[in-house]
């Protein structure tokens, strides 16, 4: 009996992984006018959500594409932090007050993983860009740079093979590492066998990426040593509802997040006291447990897991065209809710990126930023989530005397006082709003206030921002330079009042990506012609 001929495709950017990561790539792509494929070997959206936080820049994204109503209409808000000790409250710090001025979202979203995949995956096929589910990837192929024979790896062991990756011809204008295709990958589809050529292809398949081993890339890191558990419980007393609930005992802790209505997250340590006589954790248990430490109560916990925490770090988040997003670049404790944000804005930095080369004409070095802005972001990330879990989970005598003796005495005044001594710097940490990339190896060592970072938000000035545009924004005056400069350049120009708060300098005019970064700063006297640290920016 004859075999079925493969089904081959051609695509630009071919995105392995349907996940918050992979799906926001593929959205923003579709947006940027850029043709990708995005496939996953499941069979849909994921049901069970362990993130769940939309923090701020996140929500400036789903601004962006136009998708935050659809947001706003489904989340529960966490309008504060309510931390504790055992059954007592110490007070509340309100996220509203601390995100004043910086963004127009100062909450933080809870916004579960499943719907803001399914959320994705909806507007993709809105925008006739369904992903190709249950299409898993078996082989991936990349040509190298160098002329000569291709080295394959298979995606299942990373192991290599010999092969050669199949010939093609560059678009005008473009080139993707020296060849139309060098990425050919092999998938598995319910109707059989597909292959997918394409110029680049960005892994987004989570912590066990396939497309991160098929390429040899380091994943190193440690694993914390306790186990920790996951509730989504229904009608819970004994926490703040709107707030996001952190409570501490000698040996314990629980993070908790609304989940609408009476609907809580429950998260927290397991310790041996509290398993079975067989070494497993029942919800029966952790039921017990939380009653115990935090006199918190509930009806029933819809969905319950245990898990490992990993801190864990790509050595590489590009190699030649391919690239890494989300899980399978970095993975580390959910404290902060920051790991599916961060894999987010990823996706949305290196999406712009790909649209700078495969629509704009940039060089392929272009897309060498994506790893040199985002890479110590999670570097960043992974350190400080590895200290401060160890921190939490520590069983050391002073760690122990920390949490249960001296917490509940200086809590009540760390409370009152952090607000006011750290409380906007605190949201900035959390919403990701202060990530600071150098956007030239001329940069000052000193980081600008606004070059190198997005946007800053003065009221009036985000809506520009959904047309994913580079522009010429200018604050307060000077209104035919910006306009001016922008025509040399051929981009778009934008003239706003002043910026309320003073961080926009109404003597200059700033660069805007398309991704919402200010990449240069210039005065508004500059020459004619645009200033030349512009075009350097505009240059890749």
């Known amino acids: 009996m004859a075999q079925a001929a493969s089904e081959e495709l051609r695509t630009d950017v071919l995105i392995v992984g349907a996940g918050p990561s992979g799906l926001m790539l593929a959205v923003c792509l579709a947006k940027l006018g850029v043709d990708a494929i995005i496939v996953d070997g499941k069979t849909g959206p994921t049901r069970e959500s362990r993130a769940l936080g939309v923090q701020a820049r996140s929500m400036e994204i789903y601004d962006q594409l136009g998708l935050v109503d659809r947001v706003l209409a489904e989340r529960a808000p966490a309008v504060a932090v309510a931390p504790g000790s055992g059954r007592r409250v110490f007070g509340r710090i309100e996220l509203r007050a601390a995100g004043e001025g910086v963004s127009p979202y100062t909450e933080i979203t809870v916004f579960e993983q499943s719907r803001n995949e399914q959320l994705l995956a909806d507007t993709l096929a809105e925008l006739g860009r369904p992903v190709r589910w249950g299409h898993a990837l078996e082989r991936l192929e990349v040509e190298p740079a160098a002329p000569g024979t291709a080295a394959s790896v298979t995606a299942a062991s990373g192991t290599e093979a010999s092969g050669t990756a199949a010939p093609g011809t560059a ?204 890479r110590p972001v999670g570097r960043t990330l992974v350190a400080t989530t590895d200290r401060l879990f160890a921190n939490v989970t520590s069983e050391s005598r002073i760690a122990r005397l920390l949490r249960g003796r001296i917490l509940p005495l200086i809590g009540p005044i760390w409370v009152r006082l952090l607000p006011r001594l750290v409380g906007g710097r605190v949201f900035g940490y959390l919403s990701q709003t202060r990530i600071h990339y150098r956007m030239s190896p001329r940069a000052s060592s000193r980081r600008d206030p606004v070059v190198g970072r997005r946007l800053p938000w003065t009221g009036g000035n985000y809506g520009v921002l959904r047309s994913m545009t580079w522009q010429v924004h200018g604050y ?21 009042p002043a910026d309320p708060y003073g961080r926009l300098d109404p003597g200059l005019v700033y660069l805007v990506r398309p991704d919402g970064f200010v990449a240069a700063a210039a005065s508004a006297r500059a020459v004619p012609d645009g200033p030349p640290a512009f075009r350097e920016q505009l240059a890749g």
């Open 171 to 374: 678009a005008p204008g473009t080139e993707a590492s020296g060849t139309a295709a060098p990425v050919t990958a092999t998938l598995s589809g319910p109707d059989g066998e597909v292959i997918v050529r394409a110029r680049y292809c960005v892994g987004a398949d989570g912590s066990h990426s396939p497309v991160r081993e098929a390429l040899g890339i380091p994943f190193e890191g440690i694993t914390n040593a306790f186990t920790f558990y996951i509730a989504d419980a229904a009608d819970v007393t004994g926490l703040a509802e709107d707030a996001i609930n952190l409570r501490f005992t000698t040996e314990h802790f629980l993070l908790a997040f609304p989940m609408g209505g009476t609907r809580m997250r429950l998260l927290g340590i397991v310790r041996d006291r509290d398993l079975d006589a067989g070494g497993t954790l029942e919800e029966a248990n952790v039921r017990a447990l939380v009653r115990r430490e935090f006199g918190v109560e509930y009806g029933e916990a819809t969905w319950f897991t245990t898990y490992r925490v990993h801190h864990r770090l790509a050595a590489r988040f590009r190699d030649g065209p391919c690239f890494l997003v989300g899980d399978a670049a970095h993975i580390h404790s959910p404290v902060g809710a920051q790991g599916m944000n961060t894999g987010l804005q990823e996706a949305h930095n290196l999406a712009c990126a790909l649209a700078d080369v495969l629509v704009g004409g940039m060089p392929d070095r272009r897309l060498d930023r994506y790893e040199a802005e985002r």
């Open 476 to 496: 307060g005056g000077y209104a035919p330079e910006v306009r001016r400069i922008a025509d040399s350049l051929g981009l778009e120009a934008h003239a706003f």
